[in-house]
């Protein structure tokens, strides 16, 4: 069975960093695709950055330029370094994993972002 753990999460100031990691029990490369997802409070669950088998990566455009996804194929973990955090970035993270049509989810890491 995959398993996705993530961790890093906590508070952040806004203006500051956080970053998140999530560990793969598989070969990152045995996927299609890792991503990153959120779910903030009363909204439904958004893709933030995603990285495929390739190298190709996009973001979300509410992310762009203060996010980055990156991957360590060594160890089979996807980090997703967070930038110049804002209030609306306060979200339960999610790690994913995909094959074809067949997903796997951690379990999330909160992310709360206040002075």
């Known amino acids: 069975q995959v398993q996705l753990v993530e961790s890093g999460g906590g508070l952040g100031q806004p203006g500051g960093s956080l970053r998140l990691s999530c560990a793969v029990s598989?070969?990152?490369?045995?996927?299609?695709?890792i991503a990153w997802y959120r779910r903030a409070p009363g909204e439904e669950r958004e893709l933030v950055a995603s990285?495929?088998?390739?190298?190709?990566?996009a973001y979300a455009e509410s992310v762009k330029g203060r996010f980055t996804i990156s991957r360590d194929n060594a160890k089979n973990t996807v980090d997703l370094q967070m930038n110049t955090l804002k209030a609306e970035d306060t979200a339960v993270y999610y790690c994913?994993?995909?094959?074809?049509?067949?997903?796997?989810w951690g379990r999330g890491t909160q992310v709360a972002v206040s002075s």
């Open positions: 994913n994993a995909r094959i074809l049509r067949q997903n796997f």
């Open positions: 598989e070969n990152i490369f045995n996927f299609n695709a």
């Open positions: 990285i495929n088998v390739g190298g190709t990566i």
